[in-house]
């Protein structure tokens, strides 16, 4: 029967063996197979690093949903995420946004000189007992799930000509960045999204306030 | 091991059934690499693995689950195949688990994108029968 069907004696070290092998062949393979596909085009296979998703994904996805077209007349190339250079440390000193078709991505220096100049607007896209637990001063509180379930919301948001800046809790923070997204679907033209988010501010030490939004925020 | 004696013609049938049932799994995922890595990152491990990993586990994990089944289906290391099989599909096991108790729902994308399932106490109840099946394949000869 062993024959037919050779399931020769696989215990201890040779059970092992086969085991690294299968997953090492396989993962070998699998990398394999994305070096080739992006060698023939950069956009085949997947990126090797995951990033947020793009303009054009959600653009896609706010068309058979109740969201607004984003912006009609991108000012900035949309496929740049940091046309401004915002996220380079020795960026300008300027806190001048132009209108942009996309969020774009800010960095701790920069936030902490948009909040010294109160030349922006914050949002926290934490939920309400984290928002009241802790949040950059003056910040206003909008849950991200309220960008899909409330859009109306944000179509009111005025930030009275200033930037946004939404934050969340660090790591990706997909959080602010769809929500960015929505407020740009919203017809908010200057977005910033810092990913740093609210374990960074603390880390640095900045001010922080406590408590729930103010009323008619 | 304590598993229990039995007969080699089951533990072979399982070991067939669960290679079949990794190929299927696997071959829409590597035809499909992009969709399959959008299917990962549903599941929202974050906490576990790290966000810019999750593309990575896209493009190997359908091959591993390729080489194990095409291991278990034609017989050579038919056990460390099941032992693979079995350990990976009691990880997404854990991870549809955790997806429902967070309550996630979305398309798993586990037989690649054609497969339509969503995340739910089905999806959990066939992931768990096809771990047993992994269970008995595993079991040792002797």
């Known amino acids: 029967m062993d024959r037919w069907w050779p399931d020769g004696t696989e215990t201890g070290s040779r ?5 690294v092998a299968i997953v090492t062949l396989g993962s070998a393979l699998g990398v394999a197979q994305n070096v080739m596909l992006r060698m023939g085009s950069p956009n085949a296979g997947v990126a090797w690093k995951y990033e947020p998703p793009k303009l054009e994904e959600f653009g896609a996805a706010a068309a058979d949903g109740h969201a607004a077209s984003p912006a009609a007349t991108p000012v900035v190339d949309p496929t740049n995420n940091d046309p401004l250079g915002l996220g380079a440390a020795t960026a300008s000193s300027g806190l001048d946004v132009p209108d942009l078709a996309r969020p774009m991505q800010v960095q701790l220096s920069k936030v902490k000189e948009f909040f010294d100049a109160k030349a922006a607007t914050f949002i926290d896209a934490r939920d309400a007992e984290e928002y ?25 948001f005025d930030p009275q000509g200033k930037p946004i800046i939404v934050y969340c809790g660090g790591g990706t923070c997909e959080l602010s960045m769809s929500l960015g997204f929505a407020l ?10 810092y990913m740093g988010g609210w374990p960074e501010w603390t880390t640095a030490g900045y001010p922080v306030a406590t408590g729930p939004t103010p009323a008619g925020a | ?18 290679g079949l049932i990794f190929l299927a799994a696997a071959l829409p995922k590597i035809a499909d690499v992009a969709a399959f890595a959008g299917s990962v990152h549903n599941f929202h491990m974050e906490p576990v693995v790290p966000v810019a990993a999750t593309n990575l586990l896209a493009m190997t994990l359908p091959w591993i689950e390729l080489i194990a089944g095409l291991a278990l289906i034609t017989g050579v290391r038919p056990r460390a195949g099941a032992v693979v099989y079995t350990v990976l599909l009691a990880l997404f096991t854990i ?11 979305f398309e798993c994308g586990c037989f690649g ?19 047993a099946v ?4 595993s079991i040792e000869r002797r």
């Open chain 2, 1 to 18: 091991m304590g598993l229990p004696a039995i007969h080699p013609t089951v533990r072979r049938g399982a070991q067939i059934v669960a």
């Open chain 1, 15 to 19: 059970l092992w063996l086969g085991i």
């Open chain 1, 132 to 156: 009241a637990a802790g949040h950059i001063p003056g910040a206003v509180n909008v849950p991200g799930e309220q960008a899909t379930t409330d859009p109306a919301r944000l179509e009111a």
């Open chain 2, 95 to 105: 991870g549809v688990a955790a997806a429902l108790a967070r309550g996630l729902s």
């Open chain 2, 134 to 137: 992994g269970v008995i394949a």
């Open chain 2, 113 to 131: 994108k054609a497969s339509a399932a969503t995340i739910g106490v089905k999806k959990l109840a066939e992931n768990l029968a096809m771990l």
């Open chain 1, 184 to 193: 740009v679907a919203a017809g908010k033209h200057k977005v910033l999204v």
